[in-house]
């Protein structure tokens, strides 16, 4: 299977989902701009892979990443990204989104459980009340200090 084959456009991934829960899998959703992929990253997604069968990742499009992070990012282009996620074993699927945040894909996408970093609470992460109200789970996983995309970006600049 190549990397670019897990990179979907909404109704793609909205069939795959369905195929995927219809044969009673456990999808686990999460999202991120995951500019500069490092270990804190890799470990996040593992760790959510882990709570379910399958993991899908909502990836910020570069006009996305641009309005949250400032001119200056995202450092990596949206289909390198992509293709980065992807080529994780344990990335199922890749789809993009061009909001502030991942509301309305996660209403489209229906996950079974919402993971984000133990850095949010529960019940202040985006698309809680979707994945609650349709019977799902919201759910954090521990995060590895000492690592982010801005800090190795400050490292980089500092040399």
Known sequence: MSTASKIKYLEEAKKRMNEWQG????V???NGCFDILHLGHIDYLEKARNLGDRLVV????????????GEERPVTDEISRARMLAALEFVDMVVHFSDDT???LIKELKPDILVKGDDYL???IVGADIVISNGGEV????????YSTS???NKIKNL
């Open 23 to 26: 044969a009673g899998q456990k």
């Open 58 to 69: 909502g990836l910020n499009t570069d006009q996305s990443v641009r309005k949250l992070k």
């Open 122 to 124: 529960a019940e202040n």
């Open 151 to 153: 800090g190795i970006i």
């Open 102 to 104: 991942p509301y309305s």
């Open 139 to 146: 759910k954090t996983v521990s995060l590895v200090p000492g």
């Open 28 to 30: 686990v959703f999460s």
